[in-house]
């Protein structure tokens, strides 16, 4: 059974910095793409990371360019998402998501 956890979420203030991790099981991650995707209150879900099955290839949203770092470990069957620098807008749900399949998402709440 396809499984993907999503931990690390919290409230920080803002300029402050988060860790999600994405927790994979029931299938081999060194195969798949991983995206994490955010959905804030009332609005759509949007992409905001992606990265490719060897972690070579890593693509942003514009409005986390050279904020936000996703990174891979394999043999761990974990995604990572390191946040700095964090704004009061990037509040919402984050999901991490194979093709066809999402987690159940971990809130960040950015507030002072």
């Known amino acids: 059974q396809v499984q993907l956890v999503e931990s690390g979420g919290g409230l920080v203030q803002p300029g402050g910095s988060l860790r999600l991790s994405c927790a994979v099981s029931?299938?081999?991650?060194?195969?798949?793409?991983i995206g994490w995707f955010r959905q804030a209150p009332g609005k759509e879900r949007e992409l905001v990371a992606t990265i490719s099955d060897a972690g070579d290839t890593t693509n942003y949203a514009d409005s986390v360019k050279d904020r936000f770092t996703i990174s891979r470990d394999n043999a761990k069957g974990v995604v990572y998402l390191q946040m700095n620098s964090l704004k009061p807008e990037d509040t919402a749900v984050y999901y991490c998501?194979?093709?066809?399949?999402w987690g159940q998402g971990t809130q960040v709440t950015v507030s002072s």
């Open positions: 998501q194979r093709k066809g399949s």
């Open positions: 029931g299938f081999t991650l060194d195969w798949y793409a």
